[in-house]
Each structure stands twice: as C-alpha cells, then as structure tokens.
C-alpha cells in the first residue's frame, strides 16, 4: 500500500514504479511505459478524482499556513502580508501539486480497484505496409 503511494509522489506508474509517465508537467501518457497499465482506466470523469485530490491538499496547506502564520505573529498579525502570501499561495499550490494529485489518485484508486487484465494496453506490433498491386495479381 505504502508503496503505491511513494511511487506516486515519484511521478512513477503507481502500480509498477516505472516511467516516466509525463510528457511535460500537465500532461500524462495514455499508458505506463513499462507495464502498460492504462492511466486513465477507462472512465469519463475519471480525473474529477484527482481535481479532489487538489483541492484537498491545497485546503490542508491553507490550513496549515494560516494557523502557523498567526501563532507566529500573534498578537500583532501583518494583515496586509497575509493577503498577499495566501493569494500568492493558493495561486502557485495547485499548478505545482497537479501532477502530483494525479498520480496520488491513481495509487488511491488501484488500491480501491485492483487492475485487471482490461486495464493494460496490448503491446503493439508495427504496422504492416500494405503491398503493392502488381500486374500480376488477379484482379
């Protein structure tokens, strides 16, 4: 269980630690690399998980934040600066956690759904080029 969860803090295909699996920091292959486990899994929606995922992590930071700022510049709190570092906070938490509640989402839901064989991609064989009609051939 832990492992699932520490492959997917690595950006790595929770189910089998490979990859990478991003092809740039928003984007997320259709397959693992390695083992081929279907990163989508097949469902529409299926990434409203991961949008929770976010946004309850950047709750939690808030929460955080907040009560730490307070309790260290209690009794006097620099209201101003508090603006200003929450919405800078809140701003930047999400671009820079989004591919992180994406892969956390798929470790939580591999341990709540097991994959089966229908969640891994068939390897691919390369394209055979048709051949070319020649005079020969019956019509």
């Known amino acids: 269980m832990i492992s699932h969860f520490t492959?997917?803090?690595?950006?790595r295909c929770?189910?089998?630690?490979?990859?990478?699996?991003?092809?740039?920091?928003?984007?997320?292959?259709?397959?693992?690399?390695v083992c081929g486990l279907g990163l989508e899994r097949?469902?529409?929606?299926?990434?409203?998980g991961?949008?929770?995922?976010n946004l309850?992590?950047?709750?939690?930071?808030?929460?955080v934040y907040v009560v730490g700022f307070l309790l260290e510049t209690w009794p006097t709190p620099p209201w101003e600066l508090f603006?200003?570092?929450t919405v800078v906070l809140m701003a930047v938490f999400p671009v820079?956690?989004?591919?992180?509640?994406?892969?956390?989402f798929l470790a939580f839901d591999l341990l709540m759904?097991?994959?089966?064989?229908e969640d891994f991609v068939a390897p691919h064989e390369p394209a055979l080029r048709p051949r070319r009609a020649t005079s020969s051939d019956p019509p």
Do not use: N
């Open 83 to 85: 603006q200003i570092t």
């Open 56 to 63: 309850m992590a950047m709750e939690a930071v808030f929460a």
């Open 113 to 117: 759904r097991p994959p089966d064989e």
């Open 7 to 11: 492959r997917a803090l690595r950006l």
């Open 14 to 33: 929770p189910h089998c630690g490979g990859g990478p699996i991003f092809t740039s920091w928003s984007r997320l292959l259709p397959a693992c690399p």
């Open 96 to 104: 820079v956690f989004f591919p992180f509640s994406k892969t956390l």
């Open 50 to 53: 991961a949008y929770f995922f």
């Open 42 to 48: 097949g469902e529409q929606g299926y990434w409203l």
